[in-house]
């Protein structure tokens, strides 16, 4: 059923209004930069040693206390003993390779094997500082391009101590290793090992094998180019087995590179347990991993990567006691590329990172020269960027990057624009030899400087927007050109730094215009409290032991007590005591003493990890799976809901009344679909009858206040991959004013237009109460909240009603904020939807459904 609409022109104050769901929507951007300077060499050579010391405890203990989801380092307890294994290859130049050093058994492989090894061997055990710590050394595999052998060495640290751990260096381990390899170690059929190259780096110890240990090892070699070979996780896919340590060696032609894609990848999401890694190698080396990855990733957006030559390794460790159905792999050969360098004439076109949509592989740079029309100029905008690194924040670009005009590009971007300075531009494109990732699309096109966008307003780094942007407090261009300079109007408000925003913004408790100038000299609501600073928090994080004010009078005077007396803000625990601490629910902290706050928390968990993919507002597979799209007999799509438990949905009362001679409130006449991403398609959808409806009775058609509504199921539904409960909140739950969230559903994708296929998504912003109230004229009951943008653009839209407005907390767990509920019109400016607020409904959904 359509959510009320109370239709006003379609165009306000000059302004074009633009359709619902346009995905990205516009956003507040903020950035800090710092420097350090260093005025001594003394000061510099202390901190490197010590960041060498820390940064080795930061990785043993990443390693084997939970490599990439454990404690924090402040609550580790320095172990008796470590295990430290450094791992890499060896380029031996004057030997030539044979394919029986494939092959572990062969005579060719245990001699030559058996001859490094005592090299390494005497290396460590002659190495004073490191002898006393030397445990073994292994040779593990050959491949070609000279003859390059792969191995690790291991040490162990009996009493861990810093001074010890201040031994274990990459100068300390590959020197020796490289002073030792300057003289022949011993013949090998006549002829004198000559060591060219070494490269070692640490390794982490689970992904090493000891020498005998042939339980799940498996050598694969490429078929010809065209031909798969599949293969799985042991236990596929009932579930792998707990404490696995499984290695995948591959081979390929010379010439090619590897390609391994999974039409399945179920890994568990306890990343610093159960993940695999695979490498540009066949050494699990750190600095050549391509990626290493855990998680549930949907069929529509597979896993593929490629090696940068024809050897990898990959490997599967898994430490938890549950486990997940793991993974299906296809492994194949590609020809190596002989060369990625382009020269694009035409005046428009595109290009994208090497073997797109497959991850690029190591190792890799390309060039594009486009060469447009004399007099023209080129523009080039990238639709999907995203070059980086995990954990890894490099505002240089030293690793992988785009370079144009000399500047670097890296990262995730949601768009990127350049320009040219004449009618031909050069693209450079460089990947390192570790992690990589998606890539990117780039469209370019030739244009005119002196009428760069016709019919549009020119950003000053080439992107083409609206004129109706233009001023209106949004940085469209991204870099603020169509901010900058101009005259404020009078719904506007002057920010010291000259930008215009709308008056309406001034004191919602949101920085808009990034000075706090719109903030400042402002007094704070009845459940707020204001910082010594100014700036006001909500009363519930004053002394809840997080920091909120910039100056820090938040937790200043604080008695420090779990329990406290119970408010209107603050959360109450199944025994009856209270808590101040801030949205305390689900947070994966016992904040009760009964640990109730911690209960019933299986939900708000999307099984699938989603990738951000810049541009389209069609949500991915199992990306929202608590959304269901209600049929209305042979009506079709109708209205939204959302899953709460096994039996039990949310939704809007107003979808389930009776209008002229059709009974909306017939339980009969409803049917379920849950799971659905694109109508019609009913792959893998869970297809349910209704039982009941049941409507808040003080629900208002003409007001609608009390927009809220249950339905159980007659048939519980199965939870999968596409079909989870999103979470409750608390009475007491706080969604700060400018949070961002989430609406969903399949409504009409503009004002008057067609409903939406697939389930579309927008990004919209919390809006503050008394604005909310000022913009819908006095409308807003304590059962509402508004969301979206006051410039409109994006909204939800008839169809939509009942769906959910879901936001994320930063622990992962999502929460249902808001039920669709009414707006006028869609998207329009100064019009944010109106949601039902669920915080202020929760006791009456509990007192229903027991949920």
């Not at 430290?84 to 380029?91: D, F, P």
Request: proline residues 4%.
């Amino acid at each position: 059923m359509d959510a009320p609409v109370k239709y006003r022109s379609a165009a306000e104050n000059g302004k074009q209004e633009s359709v619902a769901f346009i995905d990205g929507g516009k956003r507040k951007d903020g950035a800090c930069r710092g420097k350090v300077l260093f005025r001594s060499l003394m000061g510099v050579m202390l901190l490197l040693i010590l960041a060498a010391v820390i940064g080795f405890l930061v990785w043993y203990f990443a390693f084997n206390s939970g490599r990439r989801g454990g404690t924090t380092a402040s609550t580790f307890a320095t172990p008796d003993e470590a295990t430290l294994v450094y791992s890499g290859r060896l380029t031996i130049g004057n030997l030539d390779y044979s394919t029986d050093l494939e092959d572990p058994s062969s005579p060719r492989f245990k001699e030559l094997g058996d001859a490094l090894q005592q090299m390494l061997n005497s290396t460590y055990m002659g190495a004073q500082d490191l002898k006393g710590y030397f445990n073994q050394s292994v040779v593990t595999a050959f491949s070609e391009g000279s003859t390059i052998a792969y191995c690790w060495i291991r040490f162990v640290v009996p009493d861990v101590n810093a001074s010890a751990l201040a031994l274990f260096t990459d100068s300390a381990i590959i020197g020796n290793l490289r002073r030792s390899t300057r003289n022949p170690t011993r013949t090998v059929s006549q002829e004198s090992l000559r060591i060219t190259a070494t490269s070692l780096s640490v390794a982490d110890p689970r992904t090493v094998k000891d020498p005998g240990d042939d339980s799940c090892v498996f050598t694969y070699r490429a078929g010809p180019v065209g031909s798969r070979t599949t293969f799985a996780s042991p236990g596929f896919s009932a579930g792998y087995p707990p404490n696995a340590r499984c290695q995948y060696l591959l081979r390929a032609d010379r010439g090619h590179v590897i390609r391994l894609a999974f039409p399945t990848f179920n890994i568990d999401d306890s990343c610093g347990q159960d993940f695999i890694d695979i490498f540009d190698s066949l050494s699990p080396e750190r600095k050549r991993v391509i990626t290493e990855k855990c998680g549930n990733r949907p069929p529509s957006n597979p896993l593929a990567v490629l090696s940068s030559g024809n050897v990898a390794l990959m490997t599967l460790v898994t430490d938890s006691s549950t486990s997940a159905p793991g993974f299906q792999v296809e492994f194949s050969q590609v020809p190596k590329m002989a060369g990625c360098d382009q020269t694009l004439t035409s005046e428009n076109g595109n290009f994208t990172s090497p073997y797109y949509p497959d991850f690029y592989p190591p190792n890799i740079d390309c060039k594009w020269t486009i060469q447009v029309s004399a007099l023209l100029y080129v523009r080039v905008q990238f639709k999907m960027f995203r070059l980086k690194e995990p954990d890894v924040i490099d505002p240089a670009c030293t690793k992988d990057f785009i370079q144009v005009n000399g500047v670097k590009y890296c990262g995730e971007r949601s768009f990127l624009a350049l320009t040219s300075s004449g009618s031909s531009m050069e693209v450079r494109f460089h990947s390192d030899e570790s992690f990589t990732d998606k890539g990117f699309i780039a469209e370019y096109s030739a244009y005119d400087p002196g009428n760069p966008c016709p019919g549009k307003f020119s950003c000053s780094n080439g992107l083409c927007i609206a004129t109706t942007l233009k001023c209106d407090g949004w940085n469209d261009c991204g870099d603020l050109s169509d901010e900058n300079n101009c005259v404020c109007d009078d719904a506007q408000f002057r920010c010291d730094n000259g930008l215009c925003k709308t008056k309406l913004w001034v004191c919602d408790h949101v920085n808009d215009c990034g000075d706090h100038s719109d903030e400042r000299d402002c007094s704070c609501d009845s459940d707020q409290w204001k910082c010594t600073s100014g700036s006001c928090i909500a009363n519930v994080k004053r002394c809840d032991g997080v920091i909120d004010c910039d100056d820090q009078s938040d937790e200043v005077s604080c008695r420090n007590t779990t329990e406290t007396e119970c408010t209107d803000f603050t959360y109450k625990c199944k025994n009856d005591l209270c808590v101040s601490q801030l949205n305390p629910e689900c947070d994966a902290k016992n904040d009760c003493a009964d640990n109730s706050d911690e209960m019933d928390c299986n939900c708000g968990v999307r099984p699938y990890k989603h990738n951000r993919i810049v541009g389209g507002t069609d949500s991915d597979i199992g990306e929202w799976p608590w959304q269901v799209s209600l049929h209305f007999g042979s009506q079709g799509h109708t209205c939204g809901a959302s899953i709460i438990s096994e039996r039990w949905l949310v939704s809007a009362a107003h979808c389930f009344q009776v209008n002229g001679k059709t009974n909306y409130a017939n339980a009969g006449s409803w049917t379920v679909y849950s799971g659905l991403r694109v109508q019609g398609v009913l792959t893998g959808v869970q297809t349910r009858a209704v039982k009941t409806i049941i409507t808040h009775r003080q629900f208002s058609e003409v007001t609608f206040d009390y927009d809220v509504a249950v339905l159980e199921l007659r048939e519980t539904l199965v939870f999968t991959d596409t079909i989870a409960p999103i979470c409750l909140p608390a009475p007491t739950h706080v969604f700060p004013t400018g949070m961002s969230c989430y609406v969903t559903g399949w409504g009409l994708l503009s004002e008057n237009g067609q409903l939406a296929s697939v389930l579309q998504k927008a990004k919209v912003k919390s809006i503050n109460d008394t604005v909310c109230n000022v913009v819908t004229k006095g409308q807003i009951t304590p059962r509402m909240l508004c969301s979206g943008y006051l410039t409109g653009g994006i909204d939800a839209c008839q169809g939509d009603s009942g769906g959910p407005l879901s936001c994320r907390e930063d622990t992962g767990t999502w929460f249902l904020a808001g039920i669709v509920s009414w707006g006028e019109g869609c998207a329009r400016k100064n019009n944010p939807g109106v949601y039902s607020k669920v915080t202020e409904l929760r006791t009456w959904v509990k007192e229903k459904t027991g949920v």
